[in-house]
C-alpha cells in the first residue's frame, strides 16, 4: 500500500511540477525533495511555499540574519524553512502548533531540512493557560480552537506572555500569526509580548465568515486591529483581490 501510494504522489506531483518529484514516506509523513528544501507532498513546491511565506508574511518586513521569529501556527511547516534561512545561525524561529498530526509533520520538516536554528512546541496559544480542544476532522492546516465540535483534540493551551517568558525572549523581530480564527484570543493573552516585539503578520479570518459560510466568530480583523494600535503599533491593511491576503493586518514599530 505504501509502495502503491508513493507512486501516486510521486507521479500527481511530478505532473504538478512538470520535472519528476520522488516522494517518500518519512516516519509517516509524506514528503517531496526540491533543490531548496524538503516539505510536504502537498501540491506546492518549495519554491511556490517560499514564495508564499514572502508575499503573505513578509510583506512589510523580511527577518534579517541573527532576528529572532515567533511562527503561531506553523501547521505544516511550510514557512520554517525560509524563516530559519532568512535568519541564519545566529537568529531563532519557535514554531507553535496545535494539532498534533500537523505538529508532527512540521516536526518532520524541521528533520529533514536539519533546521537547527528552529525550536517547535505543541501546544495552542490562547488568552489564558488551560486545556483546549481543536477540531481533528478539516484539512491538517485549518484545523481550529474556535467552536470546535465533533472529532476533536485535547491540546494544552499556552498565553503568548507566558511562552514567551518562558523562553527568555527579549525582543521578537517578526511575529507570524495564522490560527484558524483565534487571533483575537492569542492577542489578548500577549500584551507584554507584543511591547518586545517590532513587527507583526497576523492572518484574521475575516474572509471565512464573508467568502465561505463561517461563522461569525470568525471576524476578527477589528478587534486584532484595535488591540494592535493599543499596543502601540502603526498598522496597515492590505488592498489585494484575494479575500483571504486582505484579511492580513502588518504592524510595525
Not at 541564519?88 to 496545535?98: K, L, N, Q, W
Not at 494539532?99 to 495552542?124: C, D, Q, S, W, Y
Request: proline share 4%; charged share 25%; glycine share 8%.
Amino acid at each position: 500500500m505504501n509502495a502503491l501510494h508513493a507512486l501516486k504522489l510521486t507521479a500527481r506531483t511530478s505532473l504538478h511540477d512538470r520535472t519528476f518529484r520522488p516522494v517518500r514516506n518519512r516516519d509517516g509523513v509524506w514528503m517531496a525533495t526540491y533543490p531548496s528544501a524538503t516539505v510536504p507532498a502537498i501540491l506546492r513546491t518549495a519554491e511556490r511555499m517560499e514564495s508564499d511565506t514572502l508575499d503573505f508574511f513578509c510583506w512589510r518586513y523580511v527577518p534579517q540574519a541573527g532576528d529572532r521569529v515567533i511562527d503561531v501556527g506553523c501547521g505544516l511547516g511550510t514557512e520554517l524553512p525560509t524563516f530559519a534561512r532568512l535568519v541564519g545561525p545566529d537568529g531563532s524561529v519557535v514554531g507553535i502548533e496545535a494539532h498534533p498530526g500537523t505538529f508532527a509533520v512540521a516536526e518532520r520538516v524541521k528533520a529533514e531540512n536539519h533546521l537547527e536554528n528552529v525550536l517547535l512546541i505543541h501546544a495552542a496559544v490562547t488568552d489564558h493557560e488551560t486545556e483546549v480542544e481543536i477540531s481533528a476532522d478539516r484539512y491538517a492546516d485549518q484545523n481550529t480552537i474556535v467552536g470546535a465540535t465533533g472529532a476533536t483534540h485535547r491540546v494544552r493551551g499556552i498565553t503568548l506572555d507566558r511562552l514567551v517568558d518562558s523562553l527568555g525572549l527579549d525582543r521578537i523581530d517578526l511575529l507570524k500569526m495564522n490560527i484558524e480564527g483565534a487571533e483575537r484570543q492569542a492577542v489578548a493573552g500577549g500584551g507584554q509580548a507584543l511591547a518586545r516585539t517590532q513587527h507583526a503578520a497576523i492572518s484574521c479570518h475575516d474572509f471565512v465568515a464573508d467568502h465561505e459560510g463561517g461563522p461569525d466568530e470568525m471576524r476578527t480583523r477589528a478587534e486584532v486591529h484595535a488591540a494592535l494600535l493599543a499596543a502601540g503599533f502603526t498598522v496597515t491593511e492590505r488592498d489585494d483581490d484575494r479575500p483571504f491576503v486582505a484579511s492580513y493586518l502588518y504592524a510595525d514599530r
